[in-house]
């Protein structure tokens, strides 16, 4: 039976719809936000010159970044694709490190090996090495899929290597291109903590000041709004694009492997130059800081527990409430088509373009609002975590669900069992594995949550963000070094895990965002 003729449950549709409108709540409660400010108050902050100033420094960063990561992060996937090279595995896995790395702890790492670094270049430099596997990993994988035949013919009409790969090669990975593209964007776009350590000022900085500093909450609100829309606006135009190259085959996945010659140093040089830069330099420099440095002796062997342990725990708890918002989404748009479910889907997924300090500003006027004994608790940092990262959650169910054959649940149903007994005895056992990746995936990733996690823990609670964040004194470097360590070793769980599931189904993830 195809996905059409299904018809899922009511009680699935519900749960579908309840967990959706439980990831909108940051989302819809901004909106309430700004329109109780006022037309006064939402006039006077849009027409402030100093909100062009962010909003110009926000959307050239992320342009510039975005075109860099583009530039560097296309060949570097021909080179891991199309090139004969020994070890190609170890480079993918090579290639996509920079992943592990956080903004900020790169930030962090480039100020401890030369402190004057601030303003727009040292932003981009650092969040365009960071950027690049955003767009390297989706590439390999349409790389993959993508044939070598219509770059033949264009040789035949005496075209050069180059302008064959442009016309024949090209469009066929373009949609790769673009999702890569738009998550490097909306990644620049929503950053933080790098930004704020180069003190270079856009929305998100401006947004987390104006709240953390002066509690100009409408102003912040404001600011917010302003952000998401531009996100939103930069969704849609990304999907335009996507769309319009959309009517070029993908090819049928026959090339082949050139052979570098005398080019082979400079092609490992090539994929070595961006993780060295992202993640090693900074590495080396926190680690020589740490030895050198006269705070080394003030580091709290317990304290440092407690942020690992704390770390761990509200990462769990955010990783399964994403689990519980994704897993009716996820099983809902696996199986079933319809108006019904793309609406549920795009409300599920819409938090893939709301930053996370949006989230974590909007869940503290919701809870002051209307909860008052939620505000600055385990259980609403959670929720904050479970809704930043739902669409990758849902994009992980999804594409292990779809993966189990349906004709296993037809047969399953023919013999007598009803829908949960298909679910409990035949798909779920299939679709675990897929899910429980994905889970990982959500929990390391929250572990790197900065600006959620400084507006909305519990009082007391520090993690290895908040204790890293809490030494940006330059006089902490030392300090500061063994909490950015620990982050690094941990984010590179899903580094190494994204560079394997990237180069199996690209589609599945670009398409529900879990490279984000």
């Known amino acids: 039976m195809t996905p059409a003729r299904r018809r899922p449950s009511a009680a699935l549709i519900a749960a579908a719809v309840c967990c959706a409108l439980a990831a909108s709540v940051p989302l819809i409660y901004l909106?309430?936000?700004?329109?109780?400010?006022?037309?006064?108050?939402?006039?006077?902050?849009?027409?402030?010159?100093?909100?062009?100033?962010?909003?110009?420094?926000?959307?050239?960063?992320?342009?510039?970044?975005?075109?860099?990561?583009?530039?560097?992060?296309?060949?570097?996937?021909w080179i891991l694709s199309r090139v004969r090279l020994r070890g190609i595995r170890v480079w993918a896995a090579i290639a996509a490190i920079p992943l592990a790395v956080p903004s900020y702890v790169a930030a962090y790492g480039w100020l401890a090996a030369i402190?004057?670094?601030?303003?727009?270049?040292?932003?981009?430099?650092?969040?365009s090495l960071v950027g690049v596997p955003y767009v390297v990993?989706?590439?390999?994988?349409?790389?993959?899929?993508?044939?070598?035949?219509?770059?033949?013919?264009?040789?035949?009409?005496?075209?050069?290597?180059?302008?064959?790969?442009?016309?024949?090669t090209l469009p066929q990975v373009r949609p790769a291109v673009l999702s890569g593209a738009l998550l490097v964007c909306l990644y620049t776009l929503s950053d933080f903590g790098g930004l704020a350590l180069f003190r270079f000022p856009v929305l998100t900085t401006a947004i987390f000041r104006a709240y953390a500093t002066s509690f100009d909450r409408d102003y912040a609100a404001v600011l917010a709004s302003v952000l998401v829309l531009v996100a939103l606006l930069i969704v849609i135009g990304e999907q335009a694009a996507?769309?319009?190259?959309?009517?070029?085959?993908?090819?049928?996945?026959?090339?082949?492997?050139?052979?570098p010659g005398r080019l082979a140093p400079l092609a490992y040089a090539w994929l070595l130059v961006v993780p060295v830069l992202a993640a090693g330099v900074p590495a080396v420099a926190l680690v020589v800081r740490w030895v050198t440095a006269d705070?080394?002796?003030?580091?709290?062997?317990q304290r440092f527990f407690d942020a690992v342990v704390s770390t761990m725990m509200l990462a769990g708890a955010g990783a399964l409430v994403a689990l519980i918002l994704a897993l009716p989404i996820g099983i809902l748009t696996a199986r079933y088509r319809g108006r019904v479910v793309q609406t549920i889907d795009a409300l599920g997924t819409l938090p893939l373009g709301v930053p996370g300090v949006v989230v974590g500003l909007s869940l503290v006027f919701a809870s002051l609002a209307v909860v008052p004994w939620w505000y600055q608790s385990i259980g609403v940092l959670a929720f904050a975590y479970g809704v930043l990262?739902?669409?990758?959650?849902?994009?992980?169910?999804?594409?292990?669900?779809?993966?189990?054959?349906?004709?296993?649940?037809?047969?399953?149903?023919?013999?007598?069992?009803?829908?949960?007994?298909?679910?409990?005895?035949?798909?779920?056992?299939?679709?675990?594995?897929?899910?429980?990746?994905?889970v990982l995936l959500v929990a390391v990733t929250a572990m790197k949550e900065l600006p959620a996690t400084l507006l909305l823990r519990p009082t007391g609670t520090n993690t290895l963000a908040t204790e890293l964040w809490s030494r940006t004194d330059?006089?902490?470097?030392?300090?500061?070094a063994?909490?950015?360590?620990?982050?690094?070793?941990?984010?590179l769980v899903p580094a190494l895990l994204l560079s394997r599931v990237g180069a199996r189904d690209e589609s599945a993830v670009m398409k529900n965002g879990t490279f984000r």
Do not use: C, H
């Open 295 to 301: 705070q080394t002796q003030a580091i709290d062997p």
């Open 389 to 438: 990262f739902v669409p990758k959650a849902i994009g992980g169910v999804r594409s292990a669900v779809s993966q189990v054959p349906t004709d296993l649940e037809d047969v399953a149903r023919t013999l007598g069992s009803g829908r949960s007994e298909v679910w409990r005895r035949v798909t779920a056992p299939l679709a675990a594995p897929g899910i429980a990746a994905a």
């Open 31 to 77: 909106v309430v936000r700004v329109a109780g400010a006022g037309v006064d108050t939402i006039v006077t902050t849009v027409t402030r010159p100093r909100l062009i100033e962010l909003l110009l420094n926000s959307l050239g960063l992320s342009i510039s970044v975005t075109v860099t990561a583009v530039l560097i992060g296309v060949p570097t996937a």
């Open 115 to 127: 402190p004057s670094m601030s303003g727009f270049w040292a932003a981009w430099f650092v969040l």
């Open 474 to 480: 330059a006089s902490a470097y030392g300090a500061a």
């Open 242 to 259: 996507r769309r319009r190259a959309r009517g070029i085959s993908a090819g049928t996945g026959r090339f082949r492997r050139v052979s």
């Open 482 to 491: 063994p909490y950015a360590l620990a982050l690094l070793v941990v984010a």
């Open 137 to 168: 990993l989706p590439t390999v994988a349409a790389l993959s899929a993508a044939s070598t035949e219509r770059d033949d013919i264009a040789r035949t009409l005496g075209r050069g290597p180059l302008r064959a790969f442009l016309v024949g």
